[in-house]
């Protein structure tokens, strides 16, 4: 009897991934921050609060007071729009800041950038038009790039957006949205005066536009006066989202962000947060519910800022010193950020490797870039270090850009 040997088994290669995924690249802050984790490295590159000024001990009694009072509610599943009494705490803040709100205008998400993954896809078809600041927020970049938007910069100056030339781009491109962060912006640190908020609101009032107004460092000033949110001016009132975070005031572990929205989009942001994840955690909204009603939120913000406004000002004492003649750099009012422009012939995404040699880090400027990027820009984070540390972080990066 013959035995037929079965053929060899092969199998099929599995379909592909969406083409947004295989054509939109991952973060390289998040690549850099990978590379820098080193303990000796003093790392200027990332974006993360400072630990040390965490309140611990208040954001912990708000758990255990949570936890022992309501537990049953604490560990169920909740609202997909948010907790009731967060939103409620949420609104107060807002109306006490100029901007009438009410609890039912806000959804809480899970971290902003949950808020900006929503709102694209919400609002945006592949090949829709979107308008961003040039440089611009990375992770907006990746979030309406996954959309298959087409994101084009606005050109502008040390105080954001030119209207005159978002009015040009509006009337040409018929865009969807305009993505801003008016205060404190990452990655320059600029801040939006309140004049071209006005007219940028106006903008859009006139063309039909609506604005993503992101405000996640908004309370972090050291010095001036607060500017008005553009959601405040006439005009932006029904075609405003207003962004905002506990991430750089609480902790960001928490991952609790909201967003501000008209009440047809807000409710398309409810359905896609639904598909997305349910609901934000109910335990973390609880607690950061009794926190603000037990503590000082703005107390502790203003200790926050005193500090960051010291480190601010050690690294402004050593920039002259560390970068090339010929580098300009900003003064940023608050924020965690500072822009600085070396001269014509630098690539600081070439240097990279080789400051990197010398134990100290920075983001290169190109990424942030929706267009022809700046090669000799870069961003500097100067919250998390000490200014000890800023001042020895500095003196290496002089070595670094000299060698």
């Known amino acids: 009897m013959t035995v037929v040997e079965p053929a060899p088994f092969r199998s099929a290669p599995v379909p592909p991934l969406a083409s947004r995924a295989r054509s939109i690249g991952g973060s390289p802050v998040r690549d850099i921050l990978a590379v820098t984790a080193r303990p000796e490295v003093i790392n200027f590159a990332g974006g993360l609060p400072a630990p040390e000024l965490f309140d611990v001990e208040g954001i912990a009694a708000a758990y255990r007071a949570v936890l022992a009072e309501r537990p049953a509610q ?3 599943y909740s609202t997909t729009e948010g907790e009731p009494e967060l939103r409620a705490a949420l609104a107060a803040r807002m109306s006490v800041r100029g901007l ?3 609890a039912d205008d806000i959804l809480v998400t899970t971290g902003s950038q949950q808020a900006l993954s929503l709102l694209a896809t919400a609002l945006l078809e592949p090949g829709d ?4 600041e040039s440089p611009c927020y990375l992770a907006a970049l990746q979030a309406f790039g996954f959309t298959g938007a087409r994101v084009v910069a606005v050109p502008g100056d040390g105080d954001g957006v030119d209207p005159a030339a978002l009015e040009e781009l509006v009337v040409r491109e018929r865009p969807k949205l305009l ?3 008016p205060a404190f912006q990452n990655p320059t640190g600029r801040t939006m005066p309140a004049a071209r908020r006005a007219a940028v609101a106006s903008v859009a009032a006139r063309h039909g536009l609506w604005i993503v107004e992101d405000d996640p460092y908004g309370e972090l000033r050291f010095e001036g006066e607060r500017v008005p949110w553009i959601a405040a001016h006439p005009g932006a009132e029904d075609r405003t989202v207003l962004l905002g975070s506990f991430s750089k005031v609480m902790a960001p572990g928490l991952r609790l962000g909201w967003l ?3 009440a047809e989009l807000r409710r398309a942001c409810t359905v896609a947060k639904q598909a997305a994840d349910l609901h934000t955690p109910t335990v973390n909204q609880l607690a950061a519910a009794r926190y ?7 107390a502790h913000v203003a200790r926050v800022a005193r500090v960051y406004g010291e480190r601010r000002d050690a690294m402004l004492a050593g920039l002259a010193e560390a970068l090339p003649p010929g580098s300009t750099w900003n003064r940023p009012e608050g924020g965690m950020f500072l822009w600085a422009r070396l001269p014509e012939s630098y690539d600081t995404t070439a240097l990279l490797p080789k400051v990197v040699r010398h134990d100290v880090a920075y983001v ?3 990424p942030f870039y929706a267009d022809e990027p700046d090669r000799a820009t870069l961003r ?4 998390t270090e000490t200014p000890e540390q800023i001042g020895e972080g500095l003196r290496r990066l002089g070595r670094g850009l000299r060698a």
Do not use: K
């Open 380 to 383: 500097l984070c100067f919250v």
């Open 292 to 298: 603000l009603a037990d503590r000082d939120l703005d």
């Open 74 to 76: 604490a560990l169920q």
């Open 179 to 181: 993505y801003t962060v």
């Open 364 to 366: 290169p400027g190109a």
């Open 260 to 262: 501000r929205a008209p």
């Open 100 to 102: 009438a709100t009410d």
């Open 129 to 132: 038009t979107v308008l961003v």
